[in-house]
């Protein structure tokens, strides 16, 4: 006999013992399941303070924080997002943007920095690990 697709291998909801299948991001409980599409972000400042900063996709706000913060988001497919900083210096409004894709097969790491020479303009580059505290 022929089997026409693979199985998929089965887990445990570590929270209500429910089996899935091991690609199942969440549980129907609620729990996470897997890391699949996880993304973290790290905001490096481009002033000595710490500035807010705001992510959006299709013009809508999906997290916002300092700079210094780590941001963990969710994305199922390759997502384009926009990210602006923003701050205050000397009572004038400033800040910088960007706008990026974001693929979380490529990779679960990001860094958000100012491009040298073209501020207030901003990069998102996937990292091995995050090169600054």
């Not at 988001?73 to 409004?93: E, M």
Request: aromatic share 12%.
């Amino acid at each position: 006999m022929f089997k026409l697709f693979k199985q998929k291998n089965k887990v445990k909801c570590p929270k209500c013992g429910r089996t899935v299948a091991e690609d199942t991001v969440y549980c129907l409980c609620g729990q996470a399941i897997s890391d699949k599409g996880w993304v973290k972000i790290q905001f490096k400042p481009t002033e000595k303070k710490d500035q807010l900063v705001t992510i959006s996709v299709d013009g809508k706000t999906v997290w916002s924080g300092e700079t210094w913060d780590f941001a963990d988001l969710h994305f199922f497919a390759p997502t384009v997002i926009w990210i602006k900083y923003s701050s205050s210096i000397g009572g004038a409004a400033g800040g910088g943007f960007c706008e990026a894709l974001i693929d979380p097969d490529k990779s679960k790491k990001w860094v958000v920095a100012a491009i040298p020479g073209h501020w207030p303009q901003l990069s998102l580059k996937p990292v091995d690990d995050f090169i600054f505290d």
